[in-house]
C-alpha cells in the first residue's frame, strides 16, 4: 500500500498579506505551502527534509503524472516503458518514474545507491489524488478563503477521487 504524507515548513511561512481566494496558479503551486513530502512503500521510503518543497504543487503534479503514465493505449498491457518525472524547482533533484505494465518504479536522484520503489499504476493513480484531496482540505481548513479559489475548484473538478 503506498502511503503518501508532507509537513508543512515553519521556515518558510506563507506571506501573511496572501489572498488564499485570488492567488494565481503560480503562486498555489509554487510559492505557497512549503515543506516535506515523502512517498512510502511498505518499510522504504522516498522523503525530501529540505523544508521548501511546494506541497500543493507535489500532489498536484503527482495526479498529472499518473495521467502522463497511462497515455499508451495498451494501458497495463504495455511492454513499452512509459517515463515522467517529477522536477523539485530549486533544486536539480527529481523523482522519476518508469511504468512497464501494470507497475511503476520511482526513483529519487538524491538517493542514487536505493534500488526503485515499486507501485501499482492503479494504486498510484488512487493514492495521488486521495492526497491532492487531503492536501487541499487540510490547507483549506488552516486558511478559509482557500476554499472560494476557482483554481482549487477546476483542479479538484480535474482529478476527481477513484
Known amino acids: 500500500m503506498i502511503d503518501l504524507g508532507y509537513a508543512l515548513s515553519r521556515r518558510f511561512p ?14 498555489l503551486r509554487h510559492d505557497l505551502f512549503c515543506g516535506d513530502v515523502y512517498l ?39 511492454a513499452r516503458p512509459q517515463h515522467a518525472e517529477f522536477d523539485f524547482t530549486e533544486s536539480t533533484d527529481r523523482l522519476r518514474f518508469v511504468r512497464r505494465f501494470g507497475h511503476v518504479d520511482v526513483t529519487a536522484d538524491w538517493l542514487p545507491d536505493e534500488p526503485p520503489l515499486p507501485v501499482r499504476h ?13 492536501v487541499v482540505a487540510d490547507l483549506t481548513d488552516m486558511h478559509e478563503d482557500l476554499a472560494g479559489n476557482p483554481a482549487m475548484w477546476a483542479l479538484l473538478s480535474r482529478f476527481p477521487r477513484v
Not at 43 to 70: H, K, M, N, Y
Not at 122 to 134: G, M, P, S, T, W
Open 14 to 27: 506563507d506571506p501573511p498579506q496572501t489572498d488564499y481566494r485570488t492567488a494565481d496558479v503560480r503562486a
Open 40 to 78: 512510502a512503500e511498505g518499510e522504504r521510503e522516498l522523503s525530501t527534509a529540505w523544508g521548501w518543497v511546494p506541497v500543493l504543487d507535489f500532489a498536484w503534479a503527482l495526479c498529472d503524472i499518473a495521467e502522463q503514465l497511462d497515455r499508451d493505449p495498451a494501458g497495463s498491457r504495455a
Open 122 to 134: 492503479a494504486e498510484l493513480r488512487r493514492e495521488a489524488r486521495d492526497f491532492l484531496h487531503d
